[in-house]
């Protein structure tokens, strides 16, 4: 089992910054993926970024390139998503999630454990 707790989401405005943090905790090791989903008011769950671990690669949705940065730090087993120039489309739930091995994964069902969300508003 693995537990992950999302923290860092709030109200902005458009233009401006966010931080997200994810927290994982249980049987982790540097050999999975952990990825950022959001999903926004009548849409589907959609992914915004993911990271590999022992080999670092990135995946990030066209929606999001040039604006959002995932990292991830394996020794405290943490992952973040830092989002500048906000969009008033980027309101969502933002999930983090977790898959073992070595392969980015686009689709949710690919991903094992999730974390509660937190809620991101962006202001016009």
């Known amino acids: 089992q693995v537990q992950l707790v999302e923290s860092g989401g709030g109200l902005v405005q458009a233009g401006g910054s966010l931080r997200l943090s994810c927290a994982a905790s249980?049987?982790?090791?540097?050999?999975?993926?952990m990825a950022w989903f959001r999903q926004g008011p009548g849409k589907e769950r959609e992914i915004v970024a993911a990271?590999?671990?022992?080999?670092?690669?990135?995946y990030y949705a066209d929606s999001v390139k040039g604006r959002f940065t995932i990292s991830r730090d394996n020794a405290q087993n943490m992952v973040y998503l830092q989002m500048n120039s906000l969009k008033p489309e980027d309101t969502a739930v933002y999930y983090c999630a977790f898959r073992s091995g070595q392969l980015i994964r686009t689709g949710p069902n690919e991903y094992d454990f999730w974390g509660q969300g937190t809620q991101v508003t962006v202001s016009s």
């Open positions: 990271i590999r671990g022992s080999v670092i690669s990135r």
């Open positions: 249980g049987r982790t090791t540097s050999n999975y993926v």
